[in-house]
């Protein structure tokens, strides 16, 4: 089986190689605050979804975050206990009908899908359904439709129900390099596939980013095999350079 191990070029910039041994280790995980917001569920949702994923493909994140759950739950049994009707758990699944919305139904119609219905789904997105954690699998439509955002990179939108985050797969041709940019807005990047590195290092499977604005990088995949990311979005990239005074007018994204 392969992984990819890190050497350095002589500018000093981490490069990928290939060589065979055991599958890569996570090294990237998100911060205590972002594990104690999703644990007590005041974490956007579309971030969640990462983060979810993140805990499917990382033991020590899932042990962070068990721990988390369980001094909520302690802390919820010591507070003081309130009284409520006899039909307040009625009147909340009634509220719950009254709140969804048309994209909130289309995800849930996608949740319900059968596991043979989402390899087929993987399958005509060329995308192996292995590596992809429980929750985004459950996401993948029956039809992924991909862009082409440049040479080395392309992006396919994923519905998830809600109107701050735009979540995407994002796939980065082997041996690719993504246009230098900055980010306008707090940015997720889960590995799911392959491998790339930036100026600050390499990323492998499971591995969980954040950039927020004035972090500039340049991301490339590995020489021997596309890269496969989910990214979580709250704002366009900014790209640098000429090349953004050109572009950067015209990039937005999509929330669904």
Same mark, same amino acid.
């Given at each position: 089986?392969n992984h990819t191990a890190s050497?350095?070029?002589?500018?000093g910039?981490?490069?990928?190689?290939?060589?065979?041994s055991a599958?890569?280790?996570?090294?990237h995980?998100p911060?205590?605050?972002m594990?104690?917001?999703?644990?007590?569920?005041?974490?956007?949702?579309? &971030?969640?979804?990462a983060? =979810?994923?993140?805990?499917?493909?990382?033991?020590h994140?899932?042990q962070q975050?068990?721990?988390?759950?369980a001094?909520?739950?302690s802390?919820?049994?010591?507070?003081?206990?309130?009284?409520?009707n006899?039909?307040?758990?009625?009147?909340?699944?009634?509220?719950?009908?009254?709140?969804s919305?048309?994209a909130?139904?289309k995800?849930?119609e996608?949740?319900?899908?059968t596991?043979?219905?989402? &390899?087929?789904n993987?399958?005509?997105?060329?995308?192996?359904?292995?590596?992809?954690?429980?929750?985004?699998?459950k &996401?993948l439509p029956?039809?992924?439709?991909?862009?082409?955002? =440049?040479?080395a990179?392309? =992006?396919?939108r994923l519905i998830t129900?809600?109107?701050?985050?735009e979540v995407a797969f994002?796939?980065?041709?082997?041996?690719?390099?993504?246009?230098?940019?900055d980010?306008?807005?707090l940015?997720?990047?889960?590995v799911l596939?392959g491998?790339?590195?930036?100026e600050e290092?390499?990323y492998?499977?499971g591995?969980?980013l !954040?950039?927020?604005?004035?972090?500039v990088?340049?991301?490339?995949?590995?020489?021997?095999?596309?890269c496969?990311?989910?990214? !979580?979005?709250?704002?366009? !990239?900014?790209?640098?350079g000429?090349l953004?005074?050109?572009?950067n007018?015209?990039l937005?994204?999509?929330p669904?």
């Amino acid at each position: 089986m392969n992984h990819t191990a890190s050497s350095r070029s002589s500018s000093g910039r981490p490069t990928l190689s290939n060589t065979s041994s055991a599958p890569a280790i996570i090294n990237h995980h998100p911060d205590a605050n972002m594990l104690v917001e999703y644990a007590s569920g005041s974490l956007p949702w579309g &971030l969640s979804i990462a983060v =979810s994923a993140h805990l499917q493909l990382c033991q020590h994140c899932q042990q962070q975050h068990a721990k988390l759950s369980a001094l909520g739950g302690s802390c919820l049994n010591d507070a003081p206990k309130e009284a409520v009707n006899d039909d307040a758990f009625s009147r909340l699944l009634s509220n719950i009908d009254k709140a969804s919305t048309p994209a909130e139904d289309k995800v849930i119609e996608h949740c319900q899908q059968t596991a043979a219905q989402t &390899l087929v789904n993987a399958k005509r997105a060329g995308i192996n359904a292995e590596h992809l954690p429980r929750v985004v699998k459950k &996401l993948l439509p029956p039809q992924l439709r991909w862009q082409k955002i =440049s040479n080395a990179l392309k =992006s396919a939108r994923l519905i998830t129900g809600q109107g701050k985050h735009e979540v995407a797969f994002h796939k980065i041709s082997k041996g690719g390099k993504v246009v230098e940019h900055d980010h306008r807005g707090l940015e997720v990047t889960l590995v799911l596939e392959g491998s790339f590195s930036d100026e600050e290092g390499i990323y492998c499977p499971g591995d969980f980013l !954040v950039r927020e604005p004035g972090q500039v990088h340049r991301p490339t995949a590995s020489q021997n095999q596309d890269c496969l990311c989910l990214s !979580v979005c709250e704002a366009p !990239v900014k790209v640098t350079g000429l090349l953004g005074t050109l572009l950067n007018p015209f990039l937005s994204i999509q929330p669904a």
